[in-house]
């Protein structure tokens, strides 16, 4: 079968068609294309769903070694810098770093920003016990972030549990949550951030970041919930969502809902899935001289 | 595949039944966005009325529901309620839940009315829920339900449901533990004793409910070679679940579960009804396989409603 071939029609069941989510121009702010054993094989497959549910653009997060050794140098390094090459009308990277060493955090932004492909940062945990996005070691890196004009994606959740049994008391020990993002985005006002996964929680998310303009709310990988984004909406404003898909861990299907079941305008909904993110990637993407159209 | 046009589309839809052998070219690679009739329905299995007890949902509200999920072409919808999740009067909780399908939704909400096995005498709610409120099936919800499938009533529930013919929908998560409310904790449901109780009773009709099939692949194995028990889709993640779940996708390993053993659940209204249907879009899915999930599997089920 291919791609763009379906055996209903989207609009007998009240959901937008192929074409209409083409028009959406959804850039998929969370894309995990390449965490794989296999990533390139991973990839190519992906491609169907990318070309089946109409996303314009897709992010990987992890350009330039892996989540999980983000300053050791990737066996696949090469082959995806091709694939980024190959594939610039739709995909682009950000680098992810590790802020337990912000010396070569900042040596690997130089390396895959500055003078390399990628269009942003991406925070996931620490190797370092307790080395979460609010600590100083992180400042460095946000000033060559904001040097760069290029916006940083923080993975955050608040995992229940603990003693007491709390939000957030089941968190990593270097995991982030929205808490830490907002102290962060206060000290460094000029940088645009991304709290990722909603912070975990989204009603406790909201909250944490509500009073940090710069910080902006993404939803991927958490499960959908009917009603999510009208509440975000409402004590963020729409300007401060992003849309991501996670997969193909998280399917397309699962994040596009969480959009559709929003009772907004097509106009707020085009913020949502892409142009809210173009605003924030326009720097630089204007600096390294790729196309982007608002 | 090559495209058919939407009149020649329509056509074959509207032959019904038949439709699902002839209809089995695409709609079309960039199809107009105005509703046909003949396009099939969707029966969903899984929907809750009420308050959740934690978040004032968008949805809870059952007109509102009922109209939200028809503008999705739900033509049927399997209703249980969350009042069975906390509540100790499950007689008052099925007997609400009778009577707000029938004020609602007649002929289009089905109620699943609920039996705690922790509580005393829960037998004679499965017979009023039965004789009294005249209903298919009965759901249960371990876990926020004070118990695990390794109970010893379990055995003797799923026997009374078998002998009255009645459907058992047994909910494996109603949401993400990591972000319970700190108040609860709710552990993850046991899957293997159920499959035993299932096995030993012949004529048994289980459904799993919003389940992440985070088990053993020799126990789904099991599960579908020893048993006739049917999964919602509710819980299906990742880009193709479903067609992954069911083998359509080139390259990928073989069926899991059988199509025929998948039937459309939404999660609504705690999850979007959006996305379940998205679901069914996102995954190459042909003709045949669309209409079994979307209700031929849950109509050999449930023959009527």
Redesign the interface.
């Known amino acids: 079968m291919s791609p763009r071939e379906f055996f209903i029609n989207p609009a007998d069941y009240g959901l937008p068609t192929r074409d209409e989510l083409v028009g959406y121009r959804i850039w998929d702010n969370h894309f995990h294309g390449f965490a794989s054993t296999n990533p390139i094989e991973q990839y190519e497959r992906n491609n169907f769903f990318v070309e089946r549910m109409g996303i314009e653009r897709s992010i990987a997060q992890e350009v330039g070694g892996t989540l999980e050794k983000p300053l050791a140098p990737y066996a696949f390094d090469a082959e995806i810098l091709k694939i980024l090459e190959r594939d610039k009308d739709r995909l682009s990277g950000r680098t992810p770093i590790d802020p337990a060493y912000p010396e070569e955090s900042c040596a690997k932004i130089e390396k895959w920003i500055r003078d390399g492909p990628c269009i942003g940062i991406k925070y996931w945990l620490s190797t370092e016990k307790g080395i979460t996005c609010s600590h100083p070691n992180n400042d460095p890196i946000m000033r060559l972030a904001a040097e760069l004009q290029v916006h940083v994606y923080v993975h955050t959740w608040l995992k229940v549990g603990g003693t007491p049994r709390l939000p957030g008391g089941d968190n990593g020990e270097s995991e982030s949550t929205p808490m830490d993002l907002a102290k962060l985005a206060q000290r460094f006002p000029q940088v645009s951030l991304i709290c990722g996964h909603s912070g975990g929680d989204w009603e406790l998310g909201v909250r944490a970041i509500r009073p940090h303009k710069n910080v902006l709310l993404e939803f991927s990988g958490s499960d959908p919930h009917s009603g999510m984004v009208e509440y975000a909406i409402r004590e963020l404003g729409v300007d401060r969502l992003v849309w991501g898909g996670h997969g193909p861990s998280r399917s397309y299907a699962t994040e596009l809902g969480k959009v559709l079941d929003a009772d907004i305008s097509k106009s707020d909904r085009m913020k949502i899935f892409g142009g809210n993110l173009r605003r924030i990637c326009a720097p630089i993407f204007r600096k390294k001289g790729l196309k982007i159209e608002l | 595949?090559k495209?058919i046009d939407r009149r020649s589309f329509l056509k074959n839809s509207l032959l019904g039944a038949a439709a699902v052998s002839v209809?089995a070219?695409?709609?079309?690679?960039?199809?107009?966005?105005?509703?046909?009739s003949g396009?099939?329905g969707?029966i969903d299995t899984n929907v809750n009325l009420f308050d959740w007890p934690f978040?004032k949902?968008?949805?809870r509200d059952t007109k509102a529901l009922v109209a939200k999920l028809k503008?999705?072409?739900i033509i049927e919808a399997w209703a249980g309620s969350f009042e069975a999740l906390l509540l100790k009067d499950m007689n008052g909780v099925n007997t609400r839940l009778a009577a707000e399908c029938r004020e609602h939704g007649p002929g289009f909400l089905v109620p699943f009315g609920s039996v705690n096995l922790a509580w005393p005498d829960w037998e004679e709610d499965v017979r009023r829920c039965h004789e009294v409120h005249k209903m298919p099936g009965l759901r249960i919800y371990p876990g926020y339900q004070p118990f695990d499938l390794d109970h010893p009533a379990m055995e003797s529930l799923v026997k009374m449901t078998a002998e009255r013919g009645l459907i058992l929908q047994v909910v494996f998560g109603m949401?993400?533990?990591?972000?319970?409310?700190?108040?609860i904790?709710v552990g993850p449901v046991t899957f293997a004793p159920l499959l035993n109780a299932v096995v030993s009773t012949q004529n048994a009709k289980v459904e799993l409910v919003h389940f992440a099939a985070p088990i053993r692949g020799e126990d789904l194995a099991q599960l579908m070679t020893k048993t006739n028990a049917v999964l919602d889709i509710s819980r299906?993640?990742?880009?193709?679940?479903i067609g992954r779940m069911i083998g359509s996708?080139t390259?990928?390993p073989s069926a899991r579960v059988p199509v025929e053993r998948i039937v459309f659940g939404s999660h609504?209204?705690?999850?979007?009804v959006?996305?379940?249907?998205?679901?069914?879009?996102?995954s190459?899915?042909?003709?045949q396989q669309?209409h079994a999930i979307m209700q031929g599997n849950a109509r050999r089920l449930l023959p009527r409603a």
């Open positions: 595949m495209p209809a070219q695409p709609v079309a690679r960039s199809a107009p966005a105005t509703a046909s396009s099939p969707i978040r949902l968008k949805y503008k999705h072409r949401e993400d533990p990591r972000v319970h409310h700190p108040i904790n299906v993640e990742g880009n193709g679940g996708i390259g990928l609504a209204p705690y999850f979007p959006e996305t379940a249907i998205l679901k069914l879009i996102e190459p899915l042909d003709a669309l």
